[in-house]
């Protein structure tokens, strides 16, 4: 199977096919094929979506675009879906999926990305840090959406490790979190071990991330990811879950609207205040609002025992039993 | 600082003494199912130095500490991060003589008082900061007032389990 682009069209961009699906730009919206349906979407949510998938390599589990389109990771392969977790159009037998090799849907969805965002617009910033994603085709903003997301192996500020970010680094305060202390902790380390007493300021750290909705790992005990994120707005993607993953609120405040994964019926609200700690099943779905910029704390647990317990129905559902 | 808007941004961060709890609203659910709690409430109710677990994804764990006075010392057979969430904590670092904990156990081992060997330094954390415990090393945790340390580590012979009475049930 081959990803295929065209030559530009009217408002100058290519059209991109990969498998039984097409997908194809205008000023306003994409339009999305498949042997049996279209589909279209408001362009910037579409962009803000295959970024975040591009960026997490699929992530955990199923990214859904919207109430119909999106991805499912098995780890190596991915389903491009359409209308799969959508029970109206499972009943109507107008859903679609297809297995890509990862790296083939991931190819097809950077060039993508590459050909149809402008100059001036970040799919990962938050809509008030943003230019605009419409319009005809204008330059392109490579230097923006191939950002590498972060993965520390042991902790941020460990030598060899992911260091910590600066001003002078690049790393700007956010405009959301200008009051978040700076200060660093004080290390003290006897002779012959300075590089083996470590910490930072993990607060600062978030406070100066450029990107919104994305997170990266910050510390690693075993197979224990801290993948904490600063969230603005509305999380782009839904989040269907195939294993349980926890959120840790840092700060600030975000409501989480929780659905049943396969049907999308609506199941919780889930309000999150600085310092609450909360699970999401691994059978449902959420989308997070967050009016102002908030830290948000997301623990996973990337064992690669997982895949094999979700294919033999011996991964928890839910988090705990009480 | 002002944004292009001119708005200022309060960033609000929890505590002991100012914490807002929030909740799941149930619309077709078991609330059960979210093991929703607070760590400044957890914290609040627990003596100083539990290690109450507040997350738990299979083998691994969330422990939240009241940190309150001097802990006793603990050897860690891996890393643990303990992030400061509220106070002030000073961690003293400790590279025991002869290895005290089986690299291949999970969580951290209480001592019986200071092991033989070398220190390795200190650090002053605050509201925010996030320390690594080093695998194979000791450490203790000390604050002058109280405060709370969010504990990412493995379940071990002390984590604490106490979910009916800090998670929300209804």
């Given amino acids: 199977m081959t990803m295929t682009e065209t030559t530009p069209n009217a408002s100058g961009y290519k059209e991109f096919s990969v498998g039984g699906f097409t997908f194809s730009r205008d000023e306003y919206f994409v339009t999305i094929t498949w042997p049996t349906g279209s589909h279209q979407m408001d362009i910037g949510q579409w962009l803000r979506c295959v970024q975040r998938d591009v960026a997490w390599g699929f992530f955990y589990g199923i990214i859904n675009f919207d109430e119909v389109i999106g991805t499912m990771n098995h780890y190596g392969n991915v389903d491009m879906f359409a209308g799969r977790f959508n029970e109206a159009y499972r009943r109507a037998e107008v859903d679609y999926n297809e297995n890509f090799d990862h790296d083939e849907l991931l190819g097809c969805f950077t060039a993508m990305l590459s050909d149809w965002t402008n100059e001036g617009y970040d799919p990962f910033a938050a809509p008030m840090e943003t230019g605009s994603a419409y319009g005809p085709s204008r330059g392109d903003n490579d230097e923006a959406v191939t950002r590498q997301r972060v993965v520390a192996q042991r902790m941020v500020s460990v030598p060899g490790d992911e260091p910590i970010r600066s001003d002078d680094s690049g790393f700007p305060i956010n405009r959301g979190f200008a009051d978040v202390s700076q200060d660093e902790p004080v290390i003290s380390a006897e002779p012959g071990y300075e590089d083996q007493v470590s910490s930072f300021n993990f607060f600062a750290y978030l406070s100066l991330s450029y990107v919104n909705c994305n997170t990266s790992v910050v510390s690693a005990c075993k197979e224990s990811l801290y993948c904490p994120t600063t969230e603005e707005f509305i999380l782009p993607v839904i989040h269907g879950n195939d294993r349980v993953e926890w959120f840790v609120q840092l700060s600030d405040e975000i409501q989480w609207d929780v659905e049943d994964r396969d049907t999308g019926a609506k199941r919780a609200r889930v309000i999150m205040k600085a310092g609450d700690v909360a699970a999401m099943p691994a059978d449902i779905r959420h989308q997070g609002y967050a009016p102002k910029r908030s830290m948000l704390l997301v623990w996973e647990n990337g064992s690669p025992r997982i895949p094999e317990m979700i294919a033999n129905g011996e991964a928890p559902v839910h988090p705990v039993a009480f | ?170």
């Fill in chain 2, 1 to 170: 600082m002002t944004d292009q808007t001119g708005r200022q941004y309060n960033t609000v961060f929890g505590s002991l003494d100012h914490y807002n709890k929030g909740g799941v609203e149930v619309i077709s659910d078991n609330p059960k199912y979210y093991a929703f709690s607070n760590m400044f409430e957890v914290a609040s109710a627990a003596r100083p130095y539990e290690k109450v677990a507040v997350a738990k994804n299979l083998e691994y764990v969330l422990e939240v500490i009241r940190a309150e006075g001097t802990s006793e010392w603990r050897a860690t057979p891996h890393d643990e991060f303990a992030l400061v969430m509220d106070g002030s904590v000073e961690i003293e670092l400790f590279d025991p003589e002869e290895p005290l904990v089986d690299p291949d156990a999970s969580g951290s081992i209480g001592l019986d008082g200071q092991p033989d060997g070398n220190p390795m330094g200190r650090v002053q954390a605050g509201q925010g900061h996030m320390t690594l415990l080093p695998a194979g090393k000791a450490y203790r945790f000390h604050s002058d007032g109280v405060a709370v340390v969010l504990l990412q580590t493995i379940e071990g012979p002390d984590t604490v389990y106490r979910w009916a009475d800090i998670c929300q049930t209804v």
